[in-house]
């Protein structure tokens, strides 16, 4: 079992960047691919950017593409979330997720066995 744990979230003026963190439990953190997805009030939740177990495969939304960097850190069994220029349309509540195992970039909610609490993001025009 892998328990998931957001924090960083908060209010922040366009323009603006901050930083969300996903600490992980488990002893096979570095193994999984790991995703952040959003959810704004009334709309489905999307998916933001993916990593790979090595760290050096990332993909990204068109949306963030350019202002969002996801990394991870396999020693502190954290994964990170740097996001920049924020718009207000990126205000959402924020879910790091984990997937068991694979190789590839996973994009669906679907494609994700564990999911953390979800930290707010809010971003003021």
């Known amino acids: 079992q892998v328990q998931l744990v957001e924090s960083g979230g908060g209010l922040v003026q366009a323009g603006g960047s901050l930083r969300v963190s996903c600490a992980a439990s488990?002893?096979?953190?570095?193994?999984?691919?790991m995703g952040w997805f959003r959810q704004a009030p009334g709309k489905e939740r999307e998916f933001v950017s993916t990593?790979?177990?090595?760290?050096?495969?990332?993909y990204y939304a068109n949306s963030v593409k350019g202002r969002f960097t996801i990394s991870r850190d396999n020693a502190k069994n954290t994964v990170y979330l740097q996001m920049s220029s924020l718009k207000p349309e990126d205000t959402a509540v924020y879910y790091c997720?984990?997937?068991?195992?694979?190789?590839?970039?996973?994009?669906?909610?679907?494609?994700?066995?564990?999911w953390g609490q979800g930290t707010q993001v809010t971003v003021s025009s």
């Open positions: 997720a984990a997937r068991r195992g694979g190789n590839k970039y996973y994009t669906s909610v679907d494609d994700y066995d564990y």
């Open positions: 488990g002893r096979t953190f570095s193994s999984y691919p």
């Open positions: 990593i790979l177990w090595s760290g050096g495969n990332t």
